[in-house]
């Protein structure tokens, strides 16, 4: 077992001794994606940022970092689709009622994006989940958010 894969089952199972990272089956439970949506709070490129997230190759390996990203930006967009900004667990989040309506062919690039980071044989974030007793509830999630983005 690699050392990350150990360090990344101890986090699922002691999360109070792993306080030092957050993560779970949310697309914020994790560092990287609350760490880039602060990033981008302020930005005034907003938009574009949410569209590069999900300008991922359609051939090689992702690490955890890129499809920790690729939910975040997705989440957005749903937020931004419906109104509702329940899903975005930041103060100050009205931000993205502003934001232009996604086209289709962004969401079509987000749905992309997620099928990407669902492979488990190019995706880190997947064979990361793949070895936790949490596999079906994180895999749910993502197939859900492709749901709402149609």
Do not use: H
């Not at 986090?11 to 001794?17: C, N, Q």
């Not at 574009?48 to 359609?58: G, L, N, Q, T, Y």
């Amino acid at each position: 077992m690699s050392e990350r894969l150990a360090l990344f089952i101890l986090t699922i199972l002691f999360p109070i001794a792993a306080s030092a990272g957050a993560w779970g089956v949310g697309s914020y439970d994790n560092d990287m994606a609350q760490d880039w949506y602060l990033d981008i709070q302020g930005a005034p490129i907003r938009g574009i940022i949410i569209e590069r997230a999900f300008d991922v190759p359609p051939v090689g390996y992702l690490d955890v970092d890129e499809c920790s990203i690729v939910f975040a930006a997705a989440e957005i967009i749903v937020a931004k689709r419906t109104g509702d900004l329940g899903s975005i667990p930041f103060d100050g989040n009205e931000w993205i009622l502003s934001l232009d309506s996604p086209s289709n062919l962004l969401l079509e690039k987000a749905r992309l994006a997620i099928g990407y980071c669902l492979d488990e044989a190019r995706s880190e974030l997947a064979g990361l989940w793949k070895d936790s007793q949490y596999f079906d509830a994180w895999r749910l999630g993502a197939e859900t958010m492709t749901k709402r983005l149609q």
